[in-house]
């Protein structure tokens, strides 16, 4: 079964990581949002492609996240001594990836060769795609502050501005990167990872031709709420922040009909008579490897029984 | 006594490092080699002023010769594991140097005001000019290896090349660093470091106006060679390369009458009879903190002889 997985960060990388585990290398193609890239330093930074790639490479840093295993911080502490900015954590494995990824980018290269070139360096044999080589920012529109570049609000500001809605600055002219049609095209199912709605896979859909390439497919989304909340990161805050009840049932009403099946938490199993399509109700908690491939394999079984 | 030091890399910004520790904050320039500077990975790196501006803040690496004390390699690896350049080491600590030195490049400061920021940042309170803002770039001229850069010479070669000659790319439109020409207008006596004549203190000497300004002042030149032999560094081999057996007295020639007074050490001190200025001989090994100290108290002594 050909699977094309939409993911944002450590909620999709760690189900990819599942279906990465399940699938033949070809039948899997992750695409990944870009929304969240930014220039710091100087340095061109894709936090969700890098989780992405770090998971399926097994070198990603379990505990925080974000960045890179058996990890130091020794350049951040430089550049602390020095005057400069030290509220974006780069640890010093991890920014290898930035500065080759930056150069290689300068000397013309686009974002998925490197990409590709990169998760080869690192063992990784499947496709993970960014949704597209041109940028796409995504801006955080606040009740009080203003609009604020994503990691602006995300790191910068902890997530502590009250939200109002969000733009994806580049959109109109992006396109997806040559692969991300295709790949969907030639999917048996799309699976919606378990990220932000708002944030990781909004921008995804909002890159040309995205949606529309859904619409004939059987496309699956999986709760990234559980009893209310977000494992991690702001979904459930940027919900309430918009007036509306953070909750599974919230997030099959964000994706309204592009999706054909919806996968909860057990504990959310109530909510599925409210749900307009087929609802598979599983344990969505992806807290060791082993419920990442049990995650995995009932979202390609209940894929099946669509 | 104003004492204006022009100076490379580990020898020079020891012999700087010695003379911090006697003369008040005001009364120390340190005009600094920028040759052997490059564009590695898209960064601005200063392998010389680094050295010396570290040296002073105490924080170089005593072991290597270049990089920060308490050091760890992770991005290194990281590099080496998606395919990028190794040969270039680079620490981590060390990297915020050339990250946040290129930002500020990027951004319109000029290297002089980046220095005396870092330096404000790293405690040193002396004055280190970069010889100049402009790109100056050391070229090794060889024998069957064509015209290398001078880190591509020095470092990726590991000093192979057999040498015919140096070029300064860049000295016809190069201007000095504003300070520089009124430093050394001020100083009591100009102190050419213990540093490498042709790589190290030529380049600064064909700045705009650098040589000129000399002409008039007390110039004492250090030996980097003692007894024959470089302490760190290829300046032996390079006087070899180009048929001129290494020594003191190789050195005080090639300074020729530039240098008004010369210090090379007491194993030599059979050389002084053929050296055309006033000799010195004295300890100039400078393996501790005291001999440096010592060695910098010498030369303030002989100038005053003079």
């Given amino acids: 079964m050909k699977i094309a997985a939409l993911a944002g960060g450590v909620g999709g990388s760690k189900l990819a990581d599942g279906f990465a585990h399940l699938l033949p290398v070809e039948d899997l193609t992750i695409i990944v949002n870009t929304g969240d890239d930014f220039e710091h330093l100087g340095l061109h930074i894709s936090p969700d492609l890098d989780t992405v790639c770090y998971t399926l490479a097994g070198i990603e840093n379990p505990v925080k996240g974000w960045g890179r295993r058996d990890e130091t911080y020794n350049f951040l502490e430089g550049i602390k001594g020095i005057g400069g900015p030290d509220w974006f954590m780069l640890g010093d494995r991890d920014l290898a990836t930035h500065i080759e990824r930056t150069k290689r980018l300068r000397e013309g290269q686009l974002l998925h060769q490197v990409t590709i070139d990169f998760c080869r360096s690192w063992g990784v044999q499947q496709t993970v795609l960014p949704m597209s080589n041109d940028p796409i920012r995504t801006m955080v529109i606040t009740k009080n502050d203003g609009t604020l570049p994503f990691q602006e609000y995300?790191?910068?500001?902890?997530?502590?501005?009250?939200?109002?809605?969000?733009?994806?600055?580049?959109?109109?002219?992006?396109?997806?990167?040559?692969?991300?049609?295709?790949?969907?095209?030639?999917?048996?199912?799309?699976?919606?990872?378990?990220?932000?709605?708002?944030?990781?896979?909004?921008?995804?859909?909002?890159?040309?031709?995205?949606?529309?390439?859904?619409?004939?497919?059987?496309?699956?989304?999986?709760?990234?709420?559980?009893?209310?909340?977000?494992?991690?990161?702001?979904?459930?805050?940027?919900?309430?922040?918009?007036?509306?009840?953070?909750?599974?049932?919230?997030?099959?009403?964000?994706y309204g009909d592009i999706i054909s099946g919806f996968i909860l938490d057990r504990l959310d199993e109530g909510l599925s008579s409210q749900i307009a399509v087929p609802v598979l109700a599983s344990d969505i908690y992806m807290n060791s490897h082993e419920k990442r491939l049990r995650l995995a394999q009932d979202v390609l079984n209940f894929i099946r029984t669509l």
Avoid: Y
Wanted: charged residues 20%; positive net charge; hydrophobic residues 45%.
């Fill in 154 to 254: 995300f790191v910068h500001r902890n997530c502590e501005p009250e939200v109002k809605g969000f733009r994806f600055d580049g959109t109109e002219t992006a396109h997806p990167t040559p692969g991300v049609l295709e790949a969907l095209a030639q999917a048996d199912a799309v699976v919606i990872c378990p990220s932000n709605p708002w944030v990781s896979i909004d921008p995804i859909l909002k890159v040309g031709g995205v949606r529309s390439a859904l619409s004939q497919k059987i496309v699956i989304a999986v709760s990234p709420i559980i009893a209310g909340k977000t494992i991690k990161g702001p979904a459930g805050k940027m919900f309430m922040d918009m007036g509306i009840r953070p909750s599974a049932l919230a997030v099959a009403h964000h």
